[in-house]
């Protein structure tokens, strides 16, 4: 059901302004820094720190995972890193995965729409899920829109999920299934070529929270 070698061998995406890349080590001080970013944590209620260390492991190994496809976001023009988007908790009898991403800054211009799209259009056309689903919490409108704009539903809401300096959060459930409307596509990038099929299995849920862990 799944074409599990688009995970395996992660594709580079392009798109008019980005250039998603198969992230890994030589993204260390961009993650490092997206990791040190108060906004991002705070939005994506990332109460774990990580040491130098952990992340750079974590870089290290990400090629070796089976079950997940991690993306550097850079900005064509500069190089820039701008932030990561993931699909993981591949659940493959299922064909169901979960998306994240998180910019280090840059917010607002349009780079996560444009994102996301690239990768909602991997998912279900290139790695052939049913569907992907995110969690996003209510203190986030932003991100909301932008996932409604990609074509992403409102599931419901889990009261409480998250509890950020004395408050406590709720998260919206949303999804997105491959029979429904697209907010758009992607432009470049596509089916990765020649790759070995790898038996897949469930990852530990992670939800929005930022890595490494
Ligand atoms: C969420 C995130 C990926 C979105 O990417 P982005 O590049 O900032 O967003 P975009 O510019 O593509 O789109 C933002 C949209 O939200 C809208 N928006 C901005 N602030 C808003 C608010 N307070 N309420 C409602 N909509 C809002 C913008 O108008 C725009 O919609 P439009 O194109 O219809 O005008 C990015 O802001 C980010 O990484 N934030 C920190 C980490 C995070 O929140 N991750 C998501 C966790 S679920």
Known sequence: MIFAAALT??????????????QGAQHLDGLSALLANEESRRLTGTHATFTQEQISNHLKGLAEQADRADWAIIRAEDDCY?????????????????LRIALAGEFGRGYGTEATRAVVGYGLDEVGLHRISLEVYAFNPRAKRVYEKCGFIAEGVARDALHWDGEWVDANLMSILATDPRGGSVVGGGRPRGRRDRELGRSSPIGAKLEPR
Do not use: K, Y
């Open 9 to 22: 061998e992660v594709a580079i995406l392009t798109t008019d302004r980005l250039r998603l890349e198969p």
């Open 82 to 98: 701008l932030g990561e988007i993931v699909l993981n908790e591949l659940d493959a009898d299922n064909a169901s995965m979960n």
